[in-house]
T-cell receptor, first 113, second 115 residues
Framework: DAEITQSPRHKITETGRQVTLACHQT?????MFWYRQDLGHGLRLIHY???????NKGEVSDGYSVSRSNTEDLPLTLESAASSQTSVYFC????????????FGPGTRLTVL | DQQVKQNSPSLSVQEGRISILNCDYT??????FLWYKKYPAEGPTFLIS?????DKNEDGRFTVFLNKSAKHLSLHIVPSQPGDSAVYFC??????????????FGKGITLSVRP
């Protein structure tokens, strides 16, 4: 069955370190998204991609970057982790049509000490 | 400035009764609305959606109502079951404006259904 996976599921890192969160989908979806979920803020969009080599900034993109070298993967990199980036991160994907729903991965809980 | 608002952070209802979850939006470009359900330690899952050309969409126990003039939508769950206890996110998209699946989410409402 097609699915979307995230790794690692849990990560503890130190301030200033570079961290990469992986997202892999086997739906063959063109669209991929990264969100963070924080208490009192709901789900906020970090970056998104509409296809290979396409990346776009979301509402909370500062301190994060993504790259899309193939259809299946959209890794999220924190260049220099900060305590404010402690959060739960969700990856999602959808087909090209706007009416298609987004399918979410199980999430990565990141703690920055 | 939050464009999708879920002003009540939590709701508690008795099993078998109706649950009504509310959502307001401010962006008049939004034309497609969705509800997602999220259990602890899992990713959100799609529940139901509605296009702005409709004012109601029903799927089993779940019905979403849209009032465009009031920029308000609501999710009705009848009858509520303990397994419905979860966080519910309202989301909106501006498809005609070219948003292409990009969603704006509210903060979520925690629903507790008491046995």
């Amino acid at each position: 069955d097609a699915e979307i996976t995230q790794s690692p599921r849990h990560k503890i890192t130190e301030t200033g370190r570079q961290v990469t969160l992986a997202c892999h989908q086997t739906w063959n979806h063109n669209n991929m998204f990264w969100y963070r979920q924080d208490l009192g803020h709901g789900l906020r969009l970090i970056h998104y991609s509409y296809g290979v080599q396409d990346t776009n900034k979301g509402e909370v993109s500062d301190g994060y970057s993504v790259s899309r070298s193939n259809t299946e993967d959209l890794p999220l990199t924190l260049e220099s982790a900060a305590s404010s980036q402690t959060s739960v991160y969700f990856c999602a994907s959808s087909e090209a049509s706007g009416l298609d729903t987004q399918y979410f991965g199980p999430g990565t809980r990141l703690t920055v000490l | 400035d939050q464009q999708v608002k879920q002003n009540s952070p939590s709701l508690s209802v008795q099993e078998g009764r109706i649950s009504i979850l509310n959502c307001d939006y401010t962006n008049s470009m939004f034309d497609y609305f969705l509800w997602y359900k999220k259990y602890p330690a899992e990713g959100p899952t799609f529940l139901i959606s509605i296009s702005s050309i409709k004012d109601k969409n029903e799927d089993g126990r779940f019905t979403v109502f849209l009032n465009k003039s009031a920029k308000h939508l609501s999710l009705h769950i009848v009858p509520s079951q303990p397994g419905d206890s979860a966080v519910y996110f309202c989301a909106a998209s501006a498809l005609l404006a070219g948003a292409n699946s990009k969603l704006t989410f509210g903060k979520g409402i925690t629903l507790s259904v008491r046995p």
